[in-house]
């Protein structure tokens, strides 16, 4: 099978989701889920559901929903495209925009499933380093951007939390010679988007998920929004029914409800202060967050060893293997009572 198979594909790694482990007792905060249920209109609709429907195809273009999300964004339906998870979103992007003469660049730590993108279609890979410490771009990032044919930021930057200022977001879609996607799976929990700068510039693309903010992880929903050009030929390589008439339905309930998500996300942000100050207090270097977890280094810097440490607690946070990462851990925010489990299980550990 070996001489049959794209040589780039054996030689890949494929992404490495956190796991979802089956412990008793567990204080799961190792993958950004929200510890809030899902909406009541959410419950309403999938117990009213009408089953004999699912017969028939769902909407392939998921239109009903997409103008939810279109006046919830106050843009049009022709802005935006359903997904499969803002994963499948960001598989379209890559099909589109990268290629083997078409390579894609991203700051140096963020989300690991960009590569592995990248690697489907073959194309080089340009990783910018971020500064140490803050997390934040360097004085020259559009220079060393410069070559790639798509540029894919996390704003909020996944695993380290921080946002990057707007000016600069600004400077990059107007200086940067190719598409910028910016992913914001964990805008709810910041104080600003970046949906305004879609008005200003032809080459942002926007990606967002219901899977965080949202509580809506096991459904598997996210969407993009951009130029009516952009998803036009977005829409030429999604799988033919990438959503289903379920999460259709009850993504549109989830969304008309988006009051419920905004009070839970102002929970997570009150919590998330708390425990920053916690974190701090305990000799903890905690980077400034704008999501729903915060990246910290122990007063040893020693990522692995927290990681472990919690893990023999039943506490999972997310430890990442690489230079720029091991001296951290990213840990979600939870309930108040999770909360209070970690800083304890943490005060034993580190002796405070
Ligand atoms: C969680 C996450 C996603 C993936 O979201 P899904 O909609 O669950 O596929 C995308 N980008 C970043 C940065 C994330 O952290």
Redesign the pocket.
Known sequence: MKKYLRPEIAQMSGYAPGEQPKIANLCKLNT?ENPFPPSPGLAKALAEFDCSSLRRYPDPTADALRDELAALNGVARENIIAGN????I?TMIFRAFTAPDRPMACPEPT?S?YPVLAAMQNAPVKRIPLRPHTFSLPENFLEQARGANLLAM?RPN?PTGNTFPMEEMRRICAGFDGMVLI?E??ADFADDNCIGLLREFENVII?R????SYSL?GL???YAVSSPEVIENMMKLKDSYNVDALTQRLAMAAARDSGYMRGNCAETIRLRKQLAEALTGMGFETVPSCSNFIFCAPPDRNGHRCFEELRKQAVIVRYFDAPSTREYVRITVGTEEEMKRLVATLAEIYGK
Do not use: M
């Not at 998920?209 to 965080?212: P, Q, V, Y």
């Open positions: 950004n998870g803002s994963d499948d960001l989300y499933l996390a996944a992913d799976a964990y990606s998920t219901f899977s965080k992880a598997r929903f996210g």
